[in-house]
């Protein structure tokens, strides 16, 4: 008996470590893809094992997207995600969640994650998606705007067809690429919603 409380103790006095990014199997994998660059056969290989995997990588590529600071690592991870076969509402529920809370502190540096974030939820999810991605057409970053039109004309409704009108008439959207991201987007969301008639 004393020597169960004794391994009790040990065990209660030892601090538990939180599992990160890096202790899944799949980030050995992960971390050998580069989807950046062309493809050698063992980065195929590995991106071919981790797709195999379907819904079972899931948990290990929301792990790299909630953790990892380097958007070409995250953006691979959601690569996965969004070529991989499964059930994916769950992930875009995480990814909604996640993309709500870091797009309003979002600058120059997480551009690109934003982006890739927004893309993978504009893939994964439907219309009623959408919606999370309406507060980047009010970010301070042109760049942002811009794919917040795009990405809402891939998948919106008649709540970002609303949005996109409002945004249309806001002063800050002067720029050339601006107009003309928010114009496709509006058109693409009305010939969709006709066709729905």
């Not at 006095?13 to 056969?41: G, H, N, Q, R």
């Not at 063992?42 to 600071?69: I, P, Q, S």
């Not at 070529?83 to 529920?93: F, H, I, P, T």
Request: aromatic content about 6%; some cysteine.
């Amino acid at each position: 008996m004393a020597a169960w409380m004794c391994v009790a103790a040990m065990a209660m006095a030892e601090p538990s470590v939180a599992k990160t990014y890096m202790d899944y199997p799949e980030w050995k994998l992960l971390d050998k893809i580069w989807f950046c660059d062309l493809m050698d056969d063992d980065e195929l290989a590995a991106k071919e094992t981790l797709l195999a995997e379907g819904e079972a990588a899931y948990e290990a590529m929301m792990a790299v997207v909630r953790e990892c600071d380097d958007d070409c690592v995250v953006s691979s991870a959601l690569a996965i995600l969004i070529e991989s076969q499964g059930d994916k509402r769950a992930v875009v529920a995480e990814l909604k969640d996640l993309f709500a809370k870091r797009l309003p502190q979002a600058g120059e540096v997480d551009e690109w994650t934003i982006y890739y974030m927004a893309n993978a939820i504009a893939k994964m999810g439907g219309e009623e998606d959408a919606e999370v991605l309406i507060p980047m057409l009010d970010h301070s970053r042109w760049i942002v705007r811009v794919n917040g039109a795009r990405f809402l004309g891939r998948l919106g409704g008649q709540r970002a067809l609303d949005a996109l009108e409002q945004a249309k008439t806001q002063l800050q959207n002067q720029g050339a690429t601006e107009k003309g991201a928010i114009e496709e987007a509006i058109s693409a969301i009305e010939k969709r919603l006709a066709k729905q008639e």
